[in-house]
């Protein structure tokens, strides 16, 4: 379980997150949804500590993440896999080399050992002869494939995704929720994700923090979402033609 | 301005730690010896060689008296290339390469969120990333600039072979002649020197990149300024600590 206890974080004087406490649960798939610069993005940087949160805790299954020093956190960071907004693999390696990455620097596994569990997430992702390619020779939905597979290459407990389906098709998104989901189950990790598409919305979320203008605003399932009478959430949840006309 | 150059300092302690794996630095290590050093040869000997054949004919040129032996083209040829043209100016042209190309890098993984990668697995990004590179041009640039050194005297000799202005016996006498090794060491100090200049200020200017494609090239630009700027005056600090 991963909770955050009354975050605040500021950028200058621009008070970006407001007290937020938020609890993510273990095998299931937890979701913080908002609009666009409602600050979901800073929220999980400052869960994983890319950015300092100024006040608030952060609890990986009790361990107390916000005041450890980098070395201390390495421990964790091991566990954890991240899927970035933008895939981040690195340019000047192939597919194989970037989900290798992880283990060849924090384990001593042989090469061949290596090149199994490479082999073993590739398929995962349903990549199974893309080793050889570089990033820069990928689509957008195979971008995302790669870095869920570099994500998960250490079998991590904890599993972050920011927005893991914008800028994909309605159909390739659905893939990736769904791989989402599965590797989540399977491998009973917690995970985290940012998103403010509402199929993933209806279709994934275990959990749903909807953060409006850096507030926690409410809390709820997947079967909730659609029927509370929270103002700013229905019009969040209702605000395209397809979503308003399906309400009638 | 200060607070940028603490900045640095915080990084540069950053960047001096022990890497998580020897092995991965070695290899590191290798590629970069590569890319900022054996990438760097042809263009550090095309410019040695010009420079070498210009200080020879402006010095001819120059000596009109006949109680100065022509002897004096060769060692001055000699003594410029080694104090001043082979580590100062060919590190100024490195500067302009390796710099730019250090910053677009490392500030286009920044951009595109691979540092945070590196760093959420646990990764220290700036001894990964800038510790190979400023250890690879304290190693390789020395070389280079040996090189440089070389070519520069063959450049003053294909003058002496070309033209009339002196002999090649003329030339090789003068390069042999007042030979002090200490002018090496001297000029081998500032390479090294100017090798942490370089990409120590060219990994930080990468390394603080916020923003997209525009602030990369921005930093880029700066990080070439600023090692120029900053090989400048330590040229100056150092030729009057060691010369004086
Ligand atoms: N590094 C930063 N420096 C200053 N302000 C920032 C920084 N990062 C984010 N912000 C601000 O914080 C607010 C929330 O941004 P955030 O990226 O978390 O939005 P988001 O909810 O992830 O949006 P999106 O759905 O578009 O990704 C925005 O107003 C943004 O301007
Ligand atoms: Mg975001």
């Given at each position: 379980?991963?909770?955050?206890?009354?975050?605040?974080?500021?950028?200058?004087?621009?008070?970006?997150?407001?007290?937020?406490?938020?609890?993510?649960?273990?095998?299931?798939?937890?979701?913080?949804?908002?609009?666009?610069?409602?600050?979901?993005?800073?929220?999980?940087?400052?869960?994983?500590?890319?950015?300092?949160?100024?006040?608030?805790?952060?609890?990986?299954?009790?361990?107390?993440?916000?005041?450890?020093?980098?070395?201390?956190?390495?421990?964790?960071?091991?566990?954890?896999?991240?899927?970035?907004?933008?895939?981040?693999?690195?340019?000047?390696?192939?597919?194989?080399?970037?989900?290798?990455?992880?283990?060849?620097?924090?384990?001593?596994?042989?090469?061949?050992?290596?090149?199994?569990?490479?082999?073993?997430?590739?398929?995962?992702?349903?990549?199974?002869?893309?080793?050889?390619?570089?990033?820069?020779?990928?689509?957008?939905?195979?971008?995302?494939?790669?870095?869920?597979?570099?994500?998960?290459?250490?079998?991590?407990?904890?599993?972050?995704?920011?927005?893991?389906?914008?800028?994909?098709?309605?159909?390739?998104?659905?893939?990736?929720?769904?791989?989402?989901?599965?590797?989540?189950?399977?491998?009973?990790?917690?995970?985290?994700?940012?998103?403010?598409?509402?199929?993933?919305?209806?279709?994934?979320?275990?959990?749903?923090?909807?953060?409006?203008?850096?507030?926690?605003?409410?809390?709820?399932?997947?079967?909730?979402?659609?029927?509370?009478?929270?103002?700013?959430?229905?019009?969040?949840?209702?605000?395209?033609?397809?979503?308003?006309?399906?309400?009638? | 301005?200060?607070?940028?150059?603490?900045?640095?300092?915080?990084?540069?302690?950053?960047?001096?730690?022990?890497?998580?794996?020897?092995?991965?630095?070695?290899?590191?290590?290798?590629?970069?010896?590569?890319?900022?050093?054996?990438?760097s040869l042809g263009i550090t000997a095309i410019i040695s060689v010009f420079m070498g054949a210009v200080v020879a004919i402006q010095t001819a040129y120059n000596i009109d008296s006949p109680l100065i032996p022509l002897k004096m083209v060769g060692f001055t040829v000699r003594q410029s290339v080694i104090l001043e043209f082979s580590p100062t100016i060919i590190s100024l042209i490195l500067a302009g390469k390796?710099?730019?190309?250090?910053?677009?890098?490392?500030?286009?993984?920044?951009?595109?969120?691979?540092?945070?990668?590196?760093?959420?697995?646990?990764?220290?990004?700036?001894?990964?990333?800038?510790?190979?590179?400023?250890?690879?041009?304290?190693?390789?640039n020395p070389v280079l600039i040996i090189l440089s050194m070389g070519f520069g005297l063959v450049g003053g000799y294909f003058v002496a072979a070309t033209t009339q202005l002196f002999t090649t016996q003329d030339y090789l006498e003068g390069i042999r002649g007042w030979f002090e090794g200490y002018t090496i060491v001297y000029a081998l100090i500032k390479t090294v020197v100017f090798a942490?200049?370089?990409?120590?200020?060219?990994?930080?200017?990468?390394?603080?990149?916020?923003?997209?494609?525009?602030?990369?090239?921005?930093?880029?630009?700066?990080?070439?300024?600023?090692?120029s700027?900053?090989i400048i005056?330590f040229n100056l600090?150092l030729t009057q600590?060691l010369l004086s």
């Amino acid at each position: 379980m991963i909770e955050g206890k009354n975050i605040f974080k500021s950028f200058g004087d621009h008070l970006v997150l407001k007290d937020i406490s938020v609890k993510f649960e273990k095998g299931k798939t937890n979701l913080i949804i908002g609009q666009s610069g409602s600050g979901k993005t800073v929220l999980m940087k400052c869960l994983i500590g890319l950015y300092e949160a100024d006040k608030g805790q952060i609890l990986f299954d009790d361990r107390n993440f916000s005041e450890m020093s980098f070395n201390e956190r390495k421990s964790i960071r091991n566990e954890l896999g991240m899927l970035f907004q933008g895939g981040a693999l690195f340019d000047s390696m192939t597919v194989e080399d970037n989900v290798m990455f992880p283990l060849t620097m924090f384990t001593d596994q042989s090469k061949e050992e290596k090149i199994e569990r490479v082999n073993f997430c590739l398929k995962w992702v349903n990549l199974e002869n893309a080793n050889k390619l570089f990033p820069s020779e990928l689509s957008g939905g195979m971008i995302k494939r790669v870095a869920i597979a570099r994500a998960i290459s250490m079998n991590p407990q904890y599993l972050f995704c920011d927005e893991p389906n914008s800028g994909l098709d309605p159909q390739t998104a659905g893939v990736i929720d769904e791989l989402i989901q599965r590797l989540t189950e399977e491998f009973n990790m917690t995970t985290v994700v940012n998103t403010h598409d509402m199929n993933s919305v209806i279709k994934i979320g275990d959990t749903i923090s909807f953060i409006y203008k850096g507030e926690l605003w409410w809390v709820g399932d997947k079967n909730q979402v659609l029927s509370s009478d929270n103002q700013e959430l229905n019009d969040f949840v209702f605000a395209t033609e397809l979503t308003k006309r399906l309400k009638k | 301005m200060i607070s940028r150059f603490g900045s640095y300092l915080l990084l540069m302690l950053k960047v001096f730690r022990k890497p998580d794996k020897w092995k991965v630095y070695k290899k590191q290590l290798i590629l970069e010896i590569y890319h900022l050093g054996i990438e760097s040869l042809g263009i550090t000997a095309i410019i040695s060689v010009f420079m070498g054949a210009v200080v020879a004919i402006q010095t001819a040129y120059n000596i009109d008296s006949p109680l100065i032996p022509l002897k004096m083209v060769g060692f001055t040829v000699r003594q410029s290339v080694i104090l001043e043209f082979s580590p100062t100016i060919i590190s100024l042209i490195l500067a302009g390469k390796v710099g730019s190309r250090i910053a677009s890098e490392i500030g286009t993984m920044r951009v595109t969120e691979q540092i945070d990668a590196l760093e959420i697995m646990g990764i220290n990004p700036p001894n990964y990333l800038i510790f190979p590179k400023i250890t690879a041009a304290m190693l390789i640039n020395p070389v280079l600039i040996i090189l440089s050194m070389g070519f520069g005297l063959v450049g003053g000799y294909f003058v002496a072979a070309t033209t009339q202005l002196f002999t090649t016996q003329d030339y090789l006498e003068g390069i042999r002649g007042w030979f002090e090794g200490y002018t090496i060491v001297y000029a081998l100090i500032k390479t090294v020197v100017f090798a942490f200049i370089i990409t120590s200020i060219s990994g930080f200017e990468g390394f603080n990149v916020k923003g997209g494609a525009i602030e990369v090239g921005a930093a880029s630009t700066r990080a070439v300024v600023w090692s120029s700027i900053m090989i400048i005056l330590f040229n100056l600090i150092l030729t009057q600590l060691l010369l004086s």
